[in-house]
């Protein structure tokens, strides 16, 4: 009798975690790249758009994303965490669409697909007053180097710990820690000179 080389993963979709759904991916099973989608797209969506402020753009880079990692499933490792990995694969589909339009501005002006307003607030002045500091803070992230832009949105929006961002980012903690002080002290430069040109 001749064992089969290849080898096969059951996985719950629903219990199982995003290693054993990947490494099953990598073993064959591609219908587990789906599982995989319906937990990142909207995930990865919010990423791009943040640095991107495109939405058609970012539905596409999504696309790209899991065309890559169905390419190069054979690269996975079972060390680290999933979500560090396609997030590495996400910056490099970034970098590619960046290169490819230098010429094109990131206006971050559009956040509403990004949040939702929740309907207890106390007063329509209030809620607007709140929508338009969001709508400044996201002009505020467009106007960051894209390194900083990548470092807040996977830090805050997206709870990419100091370690697996210093895996991304192919540096020490420490420095991730500094490199994150001054992208969060830019983006308040650029906030609050945003207020003081909106207030004039």
Known sequence: MVESTEETIAVDPVETTDHDLMLAVRAGEIARLGDLFE?????????????????????????????????????????????????????????DHFRKNAHAPVSLNEPDDLHEVPDHAPHAAEQAAQADDLALMHRALGALPLEQRELLTLHRFHNVHHEELARLFDCSVGAVKVRMHRALGALREHYFKLRQERAA
């Open 39 to 95: 937990r990142y797209h909207r995930p990865l969506y919010g990423f791009f758009v943040r640095l991107t402020g495109q939405r058609t753009a970012s539905e596409d880079l999504v696309q790209l994303v899991f065309y890559r990692i169905l390419k190069y499933r054979h690269t996975y490792r079972d060390e680290g965490k999933f979500s560090a990995w396609i997030y590495h694969l996400a910056r490099k589909v970034a970098a």
